[in-house]
């Protein structure tokens, strides 16, 4: 992402996961893990709208973690189906950001995953933000976001998202509850919105 990007390796449930660290200039408020869209549609750390969600949580103080999901970049194993990418996505979380304020965002693909992650971890620690954006409802099973994180929850869509309808995650948003922000005009990977998406980001990342 810049410069300053560190790559590592972590050792992850099918071998080893390649990770992006992007720290902010001072004292971090937490970690920020942010999950690509689908591995085998191109999806990668180096997407980006999972670049331009790590920069907004970078510049909200976060420490921004992109990884790739198993079979992608250096990150060992093969796709599967999201069951094992949640393997992945927890593994990052206990690797790297066991303590301390935990931000959870994904994108696509990333934001399904995100979402059964969130399932998982609401009740054995606490989650301060989950930002879900072009959340693939009409192709995945998403799960719902606990009613006490809705307070902290950003649900992003593009009006004119043609590979993830935005009816499908108003389907799925509406028993919950939970509000959607619509980005006028907006298609899945945000094209010429990409800041606005970072500054709808950075106003729920920032302190």
């Known amino acids: 992402m810049n410069a ?8 992850g449930p099918a071998g080893p996961i390649e990770l992006a660290l992007d720290r902010p200039a001072g ?16 999806g990668t750390l180096s997407n980006k709208v999972v670049q ?10 976060w420490t921004a973690v992109r990884f790739n999901f198993r079979g992608v970049g250096r990150s060992a ?4 189906e999201g069951r094992g990418e949640l393997d992945d996505l927890l593994s ?15 994108f696509s693909f990333g934001a399904f995953v995100t979402s059964h ?12 933000r989950v930002l ?12 719902a976001v606990p009613a006490e994180l809705h307070p902290q929850t950003l649900v992003i869509h593009g009006e004119s998202d043609d590979t993830v309808p935005l009816s499908s995650v108003m389907d799925w948003a509406r028993p919950q509850a939970l509000p959607v922000l619509v980005v006028p005009g907006g298609g899945h990977f945000f094209h ?16």
């Open 132 to 143: 879900l954006v072009g959340t693939a409802a009409s192709r995945f099973q998403v799960e």
């Open 77 to 80: 194993g093969q796709y599967d």
């Open 4 to 11: 300053q990007t560190e790559y590592l390796l972590l050792n």
């Open 92 to 106: 990052v979380i206990e690797g790297v950001a066991d303590d301390g304020p935990l931000c959870l965002a994904g």
């Open 117 to 128: 992650a969130v399932a998982r971890l609401h009740a054995v620690r606490p989650i301060d």
């Open 192 to 207: 010429g919105q990409l800041p606005l998406l970072k500054d709808l980001a950075l106003r729920h990342l920032a302190p």
């Open 27 to 42: 004292d971090s408020r937490g970690h920020a893990v942010i999950a690509h869209p689908h591995p085998l549609f191109g």
């Open 52 to 61: 331009t969600l790590g920069r907004a949580a970078v510049q909200g103080g």
